[in-house]
């Protein structure tokens, strides 16, 4: 049984920073490569992020590159998204995703 939790959200000022994790299980985790989606209130859920199964090759949305970070740890079965210099507009719900599965999401407040 694919289970996919994530944690770390909560309410954060802008310019502040995050870490999400996603911890996995009920599969071979170090074989699939995984994602981090979001959906804002009223929004479509978008593509955040992408890492490959070894965590040497990422890809990002134009609207967070240089400013998010998705990295792995395969011996700990778990998926990360640092997110630096966060904007109001990064306010969302976000998911972690494997291929054909996704997290129930952590909610992410970015305010004064």
């Known amino acids: 049984q694919v289970q996919l939790v994530e944690s770390g959200g909560g309410l954060v000022q802008p310019g502040g920073s995050v870490r999400l994790s996603c911890a996995a299980s009920?599969?071979?985790?170090?074989?699939?490569?995984m994602s981090w989606y979001r959906q804002a209130p009223g929004k479509e859920r978008e593509l955040v992020a992408t890492i490959n199964y070894s965590g040497g090759i990422t890809n990002y949305a134009d609207s967070v590159k240089g400013r998010f970070t998705i990295s792995r740890d395969n011996a700990k079965n778990t998926v990360y998204l640092q997110m630096n210099s966060l904007k109001p507009e990064d306010t969302a719900v976000y998911y972690c995703s494997r291929q054909g599965y996704w997290g129930q999401g952590t909610q992410v407040t970015v305010s004064s």
């Open positions: 009920g599969f071979t985790f170090r074989n699939y490569a």
